[in-house]
């Protein structure tokens, strides 16, 4: 049999590493090191009514790109996700005060998550895959979003949308439609069947 190919993730996300780990894949972590902001910034001057999808795929694109750059001989996964509501895009909040802004905002309304994966190889991207979730959080009070900041903590500044569907955050929603993977930030099935398809995972 064939040696598999080393399995890189070029992520820092705890929540991607424990999909995949829990997956069964071998892996090591290796995260990206590219300026997400600088590249959202160019997309939006070249482009007003700038696509949600299309920035999560080329950030992950990025991600890949800089990791397989510097480790040729390995396959690297790497991922992406945009939250938007009515054009915005959000960034993750800097704080749990940036957090109850997002979440204010959220409250009530229908929003986006577009998560991409891309897979790169000798420095180049060769697969790409984007998904789409919807989601809608419900019309909390103040009390109870004032309690779920102290409960939740400084760890839901990791999550865009300030919330951790797989926690104590999933309280929070109304209406969840779209691949539970997705939501967390991995599109686990079809980035598991390419990997199957090169030969990267056992079929």
């Not at 399995?7 to 090591?28: C, P």
């Not at 789409?132 to 990791?158: P, T, V």
């Not at 109304?174 to 090169?198: H, K």
Request: aromatic share 6%.
């Amino acid at each position: 049999m064939a040696e598999l190919q080393h399995v890189i993730l070029a992520s820092g996300s705890q929540t991607r590493h424990e999909m995949l780990k829990a997956a069964g894949l071998a892996f090591t972590v290796v995260p990206a090191d590219i300026d997400e902001q600088a590249i959202r910034k160019v997309l939006a001057l070249e482009n007003e009514a700038i696509d949600p999808a299309n920035v999560a795929e080329l950030l992950a694109r990025a991600k890949g790109e800089s990791v397989s750059k510097a480790n040729l001989g390995d396959l690297i996964i790497a991922a992406d996700q945009t939250l938007s509501l009515n054009g915005h895009l959000f960034s993750k909040p800097a704080d749990l005060d940036q957090a109850r802004e997002t979440l204010l905002r959220l409250r009530g309304e229908q929003h986006f998550l577009h998560t991409a994966v891309a897979i790169a190889e000798h420095g180049d991207v060769t697969w790409t895959h984007v998904e789409l979730a919807r989601l809608k959080l419900r019309n909390f009070s103040m009390a109870y979003l004032n309690d779920y900041l102290l409960r939740a903590g400084e760890g839901i500044c990791q999550s865009v949308g300030a919330y951790q569907i797989e926690k104590l955050g999933l309280q929070l929603f109304e209406e969840i439609n779209g691949d539970y993977f997705t939501i967390l930030g991995l599109p686990m099935l079809p980035l598991l069947a390419e990997l199957r398809r090169r030969g990267a995972l056992t079929d």
